[in-house]
């Protein structure tokens, strides 16, 4: 049980359950039939749990380094070879999960997993490390809609809905580690840029992300938005307007971080609530 508590807390559970949650609820919000919706969420729930495991694994060193007690594995509670054995096999059962709803379904998820996989083996600690989370929440609303029986990708404004929570999620989520990332060599993008400008470039961008569905689940008419988007759009403005002014007059906190990731649900949630109307 000790090392099972140990895989649980070195899979990021938190993003992890946020992330199958928000699976379930694109595959709702599609009209996927129960089998099929049962299927990917677990797919997506056993690939999120493989990602943040084999995150742990590759940063057990590092974390050893800078005295991190809050990861089970630089703490030494499972071994590393069960660490890595444990996210082979989820990884493996997402991706045959993932081809029981169809052979579209298993490409465009072992693409997210693969650029997820590709961040934890050495990306984060380059200029480049946004790219795998542009693509992976890019491709993101398209596992729902490709897990219909008439498979689908999802519209464009969807993967820049995707792809605008993915830069906002990234950009953020390393700022309580920039100091212990620095002293273990540690550099991507959020940490070149700085606090100040990583959590203004995420407001932004999760702020285009609001009109991308705004505009493009409309079809472009304003006037056929419903009320629930409008209210998920201007909640989205608002806390983003609160997070850029917070960024630019007083010191980087925690609360930028707890601000955009609002942001970034808010925004998730206008997404869900576009409906069918995610298929092109």
Request: charge should be positive; proline fraction near 6%.
């Amino acid at each position: 049980m000790r090392t099972v508590r140990a895989l649980w807390g070195s899979s990021h559970p938190g993003p992890t359950l946020v992330v199958t949650a928000l699976a379930l609820a694109l595959g709702i919000a599609t009209g996927l039939e129960p089998w099929r919706l049962t299927v990917l969420t677990a797919a997506v729930f056993c690939g999120q749990l493989s990602v943040g495991v084999s995150n742990d694994a590759f940063d057990a060193g590092r974390d050893r380094e800078v005295g991190r007690t809050d990861k089970p594995l630089a703490r030494g509670d499972a071994p590393l070879g069960v660490a890595w054995a444990a996210a082979a096999g989820l990884l493996a059962a997402a991706l045959v999960l993932s081809c029981l709803v169809g052979w579209w379904m298993l490409a465009a998820h072992a693409l997210a997993l693969g650029s997820a996989l590709a961040y934890n083996a050495g990306l984060k600690s380059t200029p480049w490390s946004i790219a795998p989370f542009l693509v992976s929440f890019g491709v993101f609303p398209s596992l729902a809609t490709l897990s219909a029986p008439d498979p689908a990708f999802a519209s464009w404004w969807a993967w820049v809905a995707g792809a605008a929570l993915g830069a906002a999620v990234h950009l953020t989520n390393v700022l309580p580690d920039l100091d212990d990332d620095a002293r273990t060599g540690v550099r991507g993008l959020p940490h070149r840029l700085g606090p100040r400008a990583s959590a203004v470039i995420a407001a932004i961008a999760v702020v285009g992300g609001a009109v991308a569905v705004l505009v493009g689940a409309a079809g472009g008419d304003l006037s056929a938005v419903s009320p629930v988007s409008w209210v998920f759009f201007a909640a989205v403005v608002v806390v983003a307007a609160v997070t850029a002014w917070r960024a630019i007059v007083r010191p980087p906190s925690r609360a930028l971080f707890r601000l955009v990731m609002l942001a970034a649900l808010l925004l998730a949630a206008q997404l869900v609530a576009s409906g069918s109307a995610l298929v092109a």
